[in-house]
């Protein structure tokens, strides 16, 4: 089975720097776009970043000049790397993925169980 999992997430002082990275894993044929989310305690989950399959990013502009989203085709590996953190960015951060699986190009989304980000002094 496809699975995504994150990691990287802490503690961090405002201004300080995490990175972020997710791993896919199973029977995948192509990483078509990879992205990360967030969602603070009662808010709704916002769009941070993507990155498409031919590296084209498109961030929120919360974040714009402060993230940073890459990946590594060969190991299935998108990253969010963060600086100048603020406690606004604090949230549990969810990797999605839209993967083709099996043989065929195709479509198919998926979550991690998402890494919890807290910025404080």
């Known amino acids: 089975q496809v699975q995504l999992v994150e990691s990287g997430g802490g503690l961090v002082q405002p201004g300080g720097s995490l990175r972020l990275s997710c791993a896919a894993s199973g029977n995948i044929f192509r990483i078509n776009i990879m992205g990360w989310s967030r969602q603070a305690p009662g808010k709704q989950r916002e769009l941070v970043a993507t990155?498409?399959?031919?590296?084209?990013?498109n961030y929120a502009d919360s974040v714009k000049g402060r993230f940073t989203i890459s990946r590594d085709n060969a190991k299935n590996t998108v990253y969010l790397q963060m600086d100048n953190l603020k406690p606004e960015d604090t949230a549990v951060y969810y990797c999605?993925?839209?993967?083709?699986?099996?043989?065929?190009?195709?479509?198919?989304?998926?979550w991690g169980q998402g890494t919890q980000v807290t910025v404080s002094s």
């Open positions: 999605n993925a839209d993967l083709s699986v099996g043989r065929l190009y195709n479509h198919n989304n998926y």
């Open positions: 990155i498409t399959s031919g590296g084209t990013t």
